[in-house]
Each structure stands twice: as C-alpha cells, then as structure tokens.
C-alpha cells in the first residue's frame, strides 16, 4: 500500500522550502568522527502497520581508552512543524539550531523538522554507555503523514555526531556540514557543494551522512555520488539504494526511516582539492539530508593573530605607533614556518610590514613588536588591522586549514593638531578718524571646523583666556602690534601669530552728485552725473564703478573713464529705463565704487560718502490738438503720397521741439521705427492711422490722424509724340489707370474712324491704331485724333470729349 500511496502523494508535490547545507564547524587535528542514534519508528513505513510511533529511543555510545570527546552534537527530526524540547539521558535539551522543509501539494503544506543541541559536555562527562533520548512526542502530529491518509512520510528519530581526538591517528581535517535539503520524485536530483575543504592526502578520506525518511524497499534511480562517482558499501548500502535504514558504524538495517552512514572516498578526490560535489538522486523515495561529515588527511598551519597592546598617539601631533602583537597556531595540524609575513593597515592603507621570526610548532605562539609611523594622509580616526600571512597585498604564501581568520583589528584615535594654512598680516591706510581691522580676514583660509581666538599676548593664546571680544572690529593700541590666535579641535591646539599696522597711504576718496532733473513715464532718463576726488590723498582710477538705484532697485550700472586726480572730477551721462511701477516721485541713488551689489574695489579715506540721492518727479507736457486728417488724389490702387510734415506747425509748441511721424502707437510711445520721409510718405492702406510724437526735454505726447485718398478728375493733355525718344511717347492721361478701373477711351480719326480702343489694363495709348483697316498696327499720321473717355463712375457720369494733336 505505501509504495503506490506515496507515488500518488509526492506526485502532486509543487513547491520545497528548505535550508541549504553548508559549513557549521571545522575540525583541525588528530581527528576523526563517529555517531550514534536511533529511530522512533517502530517499523518502515507503507508495510500496513498502524500508525504508530515511539516517544523516545536509546542507543550505545563507545570510544576507545585512547580517543576523547571534542565535539558531541545532537540532531533530532520529524514530521510536522516541530518539536524543540526533548530530554537526553534524563536531562533537558532545548534546541539551538532549527531547520524546515515544507512542501505545499495542491494548497496543503506538508512540514518537517529537524533540530541541533551541543551536547558536548554532557557526552564528555557522560562517556561511554547507552544514552536515550526522550519526550519526542510526535503522536497527535503523524497521523496526517501516514497511509492513509497524509502522504507516507511519518517518522521520527536522533543522532549524535562525535567528533573526538585520537593520538594514533594522522593529522586530519573534519568538517561538519549541516542543512536540510531533499530529493523526490518531483525533485530527482540535489547538488551539494561542500567548500572549506583542504585535501592534502587522499588516504583514508571517507564522508558520512546523517539522512531522513529513506525507505528501504523503495530504490528507484536512487544513488549518492561523490565528485560524479557513485558510492556504495556493500552489504549494508547497495549502489542504488543508498538511503535505505541503515547505520554503517553499527552495520544495522533497521534503522527504520533514517540513516548514518559513511563512506570512504579516496579514490574520488585529489590532493589540493578545496570543495567537492554531492549528488543525490531519486526517481520515487522522499528523502532528507541533514548533515554531511567529511574527514580528510591534511597537515596545515593556522595561522591568527591578535594585537595586544598599542604604544604611542596619546601626544599631539604624534603619529608614531608600536605595536606588541602574538601570532599563535593553534587550530593546526602542522607547524608554522618561520619568515611568515604579516601586514599592518590603517584602514584600506598598507602602514608596516613584519614576519614571524622561528617556527611556531602546534597549539603554539610567538610574540613580536613593531613601530611605525602613521602617514598623514590616513584621518584621525581609523581601524588598525594586523594580518597575519599577508605579503601586504592581501595576499598570503602559506596553506591554511583555515584562510578566514588571519587578522586581529582595534580603533585608533591619533590627538592631531590643528592645520593653520593661509594665515596673512593685516595692513589699513591711515585715514581720517579712526582705524579698525576685522581680524578674522588674517584666518579665513583656517578650516572653520577648529575652535578659533584672537590674543593680545602668546600667555593668554597658551592658557586660552582674555579672547579679544569684538575681533571683527579690533582697533589696535600699537602699531604695528601682534595678535596672537589659537587653533585647537577637541584635542590638541597650536598657537600662531600675525600683525596689524596702520600705513600712511595715498587713497582717493570718491563722491558723486547728480543735480536736479524730471523724468518723463515710458522715456529713458537721461541722467548727468559728476563723480569727485576731493578730500583724498591720491587719485582715483579709471573704470571705478558707479550703480545707479531707483528705490533701492539696481538700474544701471557706470564706470569713470579717467583717472580722476586729486580735487579732481568728471562729468558722465547714464540711460536709466525707468520701472513703469515708480510712484510719481521717488528717489534716485548714485553709489561710486559700486559693482551693483554693494561690493567696493577701491580702498579710500572714507568708504561712507559714496552715494548720493535725488529725489525726481515725472513730468508731463500737454496734449497735441486735434489733428485734420490728409486727402490727396488717388494715383492708383488706393494709394498717393502725401506730405505728412504739413502737420508740424499745428503740433509744435517751441523751436526745439522734435516731431516724429510712426505708423503704429507702440512705435511712437517707445520711439522706434519712425517713417524715414515724412514729406513724401506713401500710405500702406485707405484710410490709414497716422501717429506722430512730440517730444522736448520735459516729456512726450502723441496724437494721430487719418490719410485717405480721392478719385480726382483725369487731366488730357493735347498731344504728344511717339518717336521713341522717351519723351512724351504716350497718350498719358493722369488720375486715370488704376483708379477708374472700368474705363474705356475710344480714339477716332477726323474722318470719325474708330483706330483704337484701350481700357485700364490696356496702359496709355502709343500712337498705334489698333482698329480699322487703314493703319492698324502703324503708327498714325501726324494730325489731330478725336476721343471719348467713358470712366464709368457714379462722380463722373458724363463721357469727356476732345481732340488730342499727334506729332513727330
């Protein structure tokens, strides 16, 4: 029944969760292991038994009078989410160590347990004899693993892996792997990699297992291989049933639904092999590893190290470190070779270098010292590291049982002093009134993350009292006098010195005016100004700035154009645009030796008398009458040309007045783009929106008026001459083409023949007849022609009739 029920149940299997395996502890000596333990179950599951299983189970334990206890640890497993508190030899043991694997079939999670105690002192003291393990009470948990129903994996067992010491026995190196991990019909292959491993000789290596819920009778493509081999101990573990009840330490089979066994592999593994694969397989059987031993031949150093004590960085500024160190070789199966290198860093940063000075045998040590000086690039605060087989580059010349565990650290804090750079001696020129120097201009390249104060003498700076008070604004009472600062972080202090003195020297001393002015809203301003160099002992240098503010609004910006001497001034002019925000009145300020931002770069007598503010008021000038709108004679299409400046004497009001004529009221309030030939300006468009601009020194005004044309009476000439001569070839009629466009003009002969007939896209006529037969295409006689002009106008409803006289 279980074979087929447990097919069906693993079948529908879709999701494990477990614990990969992977190093607990490394064992480095005269080592070797062995383990005992027993089941719960009291038979194998899927033989039709009841579902049943024990609460506790004993098993012997014994080693030889010459082989003593080094490690004793103890696995206890299930089914279900997990029991963690059992009884060993009638003592309470908790679990310190826990591990599941759950698979989830079809929204139902099936969980198993398995759990880890060091018991190593009990065992040690225990010894030899039977040990039972207790209270593992799985009944109320198992019957939904068992068949029917559940899904046949219900068990329950221990054991206990040994690891003990062995004079007779070589070097060896014995790692203990633990997880839980599992392989099924839906999960047929599981890959472990086992690393840490140093192979040195091959000769009685072997590897153990400590393995759940295997079924002997079940065994389809169910193997253990090592590095790709299959293992095999036969009679106990065949090749292909590898998980089948069995302990190989006491050779039993009915180990029901667990397994320990070990295996020798030393034909599957090389010297200077560091990890090796495990496989295992299965096509059907549910299976669980908990942990792997492997024992293999090796006789290696393990070099560590430790710093002891640290000399030195308790003195300002002193970088300068010994340090006593030990380098031991204790978890080691071999001796230590003498000339091992060992690497000291300050933090990342290579600081020394040493070596181990004899051969340090097993379980032994060597102390050593070193001193050195810590660069000063490294920071105040950094992490001392001593690394034992270390060439200086991280990397090592000797083969370890253990690589991990070379170096040894401490937090070092070196009292470094305070960096002063950029510390300058401070000069001002003697001027009017009194002097006083901002001190902190001498220190403001020091870093501001050290405690700063000014001194009147090097005793107050030493024991840090009488600071200057105000040294921002320090009058000196000599001069020159030294002022004395110091500079201390948390730790250290030094104490430096610079000098104040007060120089006569040649200054200007710039002022400026502006006199009284109006300003007209939407025009620049215009604004004269005079920069002085009065009350000055030297001249003031060209290109001194000069910033112009309206309410306290940066405007513009001037300069000086010469050197200005002594008593000395210049005249400039600045074009000030106005806000359109300014109230009616408000104040203009001029400021010399201004870059705009309140910032001066001429030093002067007195730095209080650059500005100067006027107060201005916007002013108007009045209105320009009303204005007649032009009429001229349409010359064609709507348009002539008309004399705009025969408005001048209505707008005018003085000789300097200045009078514009623009074709937009934007153009003409901002001044830009006026019509270039106010006397012959031809319109754009009919009627067309005249504006023009009157403007004096006051203010501006504008206006506009109206250009439109008329359609005047077409003036005939009486004759004219088509020789070619270019002068007067054509019957030109003016006020006619393009203004009367539906005209038509007839040309007679004084016979009263029609010889030409010409509407407005025909031109004037040239003498030519184009109608009758007797001169058409000629040009005609000499002699008088007759016509009639019909303008087929609503002004001109009468046709106009004459005589025109053609002559050569």
């Given at each position: 029944m279980k074979y087929i029920f447990t097919i069906i149940c693993l079948f529908f299997f879709t999701e494990v969760f477990s614990q990969e395996i992977s190093l607990y502890q490394q064992f480095n000596g005269r080592y070797d292991y062995t383990a005992f333990g027993n089941t719960l179950n009291v038979e194998e599951n899927g033989q039709g038994g009841q579902c049943f299983i024990l609460t506790s189970s004993s098993a012997d334990f014994q080693l030889q009078p010459?082989?003593?206890?080094?490690?004793?640890?103890?696995?206890?497993?299930?089914?279900?989410?997990g029991h963690f508190d059992v009884t060993f030899n009638q003592v309470p043991i908790a679990a310190e160590r826990t591990f599941n694997l759950t698979f989830n079939s079809g929204g139902q999670d099936y969980i198993y347990f398995a759990a880890f105690a060091d018991v190593t002192q009990q065992v040690q003291t225990t010894g030899n004899g039977n040990y039972?393990?207790?209270?593992?009470?799985?009944?109320?948990?198992?019957?939904?693993?068992?068949?029917?129903?559940?899904?046949?994996?219900?068990?329950?067992?221990?054991?206990?892996?040994?690891?003990?010491?062995?004079?007779?026995?070589?070097?060896?190196?014995?790692?203990?792997?633990?997880?839980?991990?599992?392989?099924?019909?839906?999960?047929?292959?599981?890959?472990?990699?086992?690393?840490?491993?140093?192979?040195?000789?091959?000769?009685?290596?072997?590897?153990?297992?400590?393995?759940?819920?295997?079924?002997?009778?079940?065994?389809?493509?169910?193997?253990?291989?090592?590095?790709?081999?299959?293992?095999?101990?036969?009679?106990?573990?065949?090749?292909?049933?590898?998980?089948?009840?069995?302990?190989?330490?006491?050779?039993?089979d009915v180990l029901y639904n667990m397994d320990i066994d070990v295996y020798p592999i030393s034909n599957f593994i090389n010297p200077g092999d560091t990890s090796a694969n495990i496989q295992l397989t299965s096509g059907q059987d549910f299976v669980m590893v908990n942990n792997i031993?492997?024992?293999?031949?090796?006789?290696?150093?393990?070099?560590?190290?430790?710093?002891?004590?640290?000399?030195?960085?308790?003195?300002?500024?002193?970088?300068?470190?010994?340090?006593?160190?030990?380098?031991?070789?204790?978890?080691?199966?071999?001796?230590?070779?003498?000339?091992?290198?060992?690497?000291?860093?300050?933090?990342?940063?290579?600081?020394?270098?040493?070596?181990?000075?004899?051969v340090i045998p097993i379980d032994g040590q060597e102390n050593g010292s070193i001193t050195f000086t810590v660069p000063n690039s490294i920071e105040a605060d950094f992490i001392l590291k001593a690394v034992v087989d270390d060439t200086g580059n991280g990397t090592g010349?000797?083969?370890?049982?253990?690589?991990?565990?070379?170096?040894?650290?401490?937090?070092?804090?070196?009292?470094?002093?305070?960096?002063?750079?950029?510390?300058?001696?401070?000069?001002?020129?003697?001027?009017?009134?009194?002097?006083?120097?901002?001190?902190?201009?001498?220190?403001?390249?020091?870093?501001p993350i050290y405690e700063l104060s000014f001194h009147l003498s090097e005793a107050d700076a030493q024991n840090n009292v009488n600071p200057i008070a105000n040294p921002e604004n320090f009058q000196n009472t000599e001069n020159p006098q030294t002022i004395y600062i110091r500079v201390s972080n948390p730790d250290c202090f030094?104490?430096?010195?610079?000098?104040?003195?007060?120089?006569?020297?040649?200054?200007?001393?710039?002022?400026?005016?502006?006199?009284?002015?109006?300003?007209?809203?939407?025009?620049?301003?215009?604004?004269?100004?005079?920069?002085?160099?009065?009350?000055?002992?030297?001249?003031?240098?060209?290109?001194?700035?000069v910033a112009f503010y309206a309410e306290g609004v940066l405007l513009a910006l001037s300069q000086t154009q010469q050197e200005i001497p002594i008593d000395g001034s210049e005249n400039g002019e600045v074009e000030l645009l106005l806000p359109d925000n300014l109230p009616n009145t408000f104040s203009i300020?001029?400021?010399?030796?201004?870059?705009?931002?309140?910032?001066?770069?001429?030093?002067?007598?007195?730095?209080?008398?650059?500005?100067?503010?006027?107060?201005?008021?916007?002013?108007?000038?009045?209105?320009?009458?009303?204005?007649?709108?032009l009429l001229e004679c349409d010359t064609g299409f709507d348009t002539a040309i008309f004399d705009l400046t025969q408005q001048d004497e209505l707008i005018r009001t003085g000789p300097d007045d200045v009078v514009q004529y623009f074709t937009s009221l934007e153009n003409a309030s901002e001044n830009s783009n006026p019509?270039?030939?106010p006397t012959e300006y031809q319109n754009g468009s009919d009627p067309q929106t005249i504006y023009v601009r009157l403007e004096n020194e006051i203010c501006f005004a504008t206006a506009a008026f109206l250009l439109t044309t008329e359609n005047c009476a077409p003036f005939i000439p009486q004759g004219f001459s088509p020789n070619g001569d270019g002068i007067n070839d054509v019957f030109e009629i003016s006020n006619l083409l393009n203004i009367y466009e539906n005209f038509e003009l007839n040309i007679y002969s004084r016979e009263g023949n029609l010889i030409h007939t010409a509407h407005n896209a025909d031109g004037f006529w040239d003498g030519v007849a184009t109608e009758g037969l007797l001169f058409t295409g000629s040009v005609v006689p000499v002699g008088t022609y007759y016509y009639v002009l019909v303008l087929n106008d609503p002004k001109y409803p009468e046709a106009f009739i004459g005589w025109v006289y053609v002559n050569y």
């Open positions: 010459n082989q003593e206890v080094v490690a004793a640890y103890l696995y206890w497993a299930g089914s279900g989410p039972t393990l207790s209270d593992l009470d799985l009944t109320l948990v198992i019957p939904a693993y068992c068949s029917p129903p559940g899904s046949g994996t219900n068990f329950g067992g221990w054991a206990v892996t040994v690891i003990y010491e062995d004079a007779s026995l070589p070097n060896n190196q014995v790692n203990v792997f633990d997880g839980l991990e599992s392989v099924s019909s839906q999960n047929q292959t599981l890959d472990i990699t086992l690393d840490n491993l140093m192979v040195l000789d091959t000769q009685g290596a072997k590897v153990g297992f400590l393995a759940w819920e295997g079924d002997s009778g079940i065994s389809v493509n169910e193997t253990l291989r090592f590095n790709g081999n299959i293992l095999s101990n036969l009679p106990l573990n065949p090749p292909d049933n590898a998980f089948n009840g069995t302990n190989s330490f006491t050779g039993s031993i492997t024992v293999l031949n090796t006789e290696l150093p393990d070099a560590t190290i430790s710093i002891d004590n640290i000399i030195g960085g308790t003195e300002c500024g002193n970088r300068e470190l010994t340090l006593d160190y030990t380098v031991y070789n204790l978890n080691s199966t071999d001796v230590l070779p003498a000339g091992t290198p060992i690497a000291f860093y300050a933090d990342e940063t290579l600081v020394a270098q040493s070596a181990t000075v004899a010349i000797v083969n370890e049982t253990n690589e991990d565990n070379n170096e040894d650290e401490a937090p070092i804090h070196l009292l470094l002093n305070p960096v002063i750079t950029g510390l300058r001696n401070l000069e001002t020129c003697d001027v009017f009134g009194e002097e006083y120097f901002d001190l902190t201009e001498a220190t403001s390249q020091i870093d030094l104490i430096d010195s610079f000098t104040v003195e007060v120089l006569p020297c040649p200054l200007p001393d710039a002022t400026i005016a502006i006199p009284e002015v109006s300003a007209c809203r939407d025009r620049a301003l215009l604004l004269p100004f005079t920069v002085y160099n009065l009350e000055a002992t030297g001249p003031l240098p060209a290109n001194t700035s300020t001029a400021v010399v030796d201004d870059d705009g931002n309140g910032n001066g770069a001429v030093e002067e007598l007195r730095e209080d008398n650059n500005s100067f503010t006027q107060t201005i008021s916007f002013e108007s000038i009045p209105p320009i009458p009303s204005l007649p709108d019509i270039s030939n």
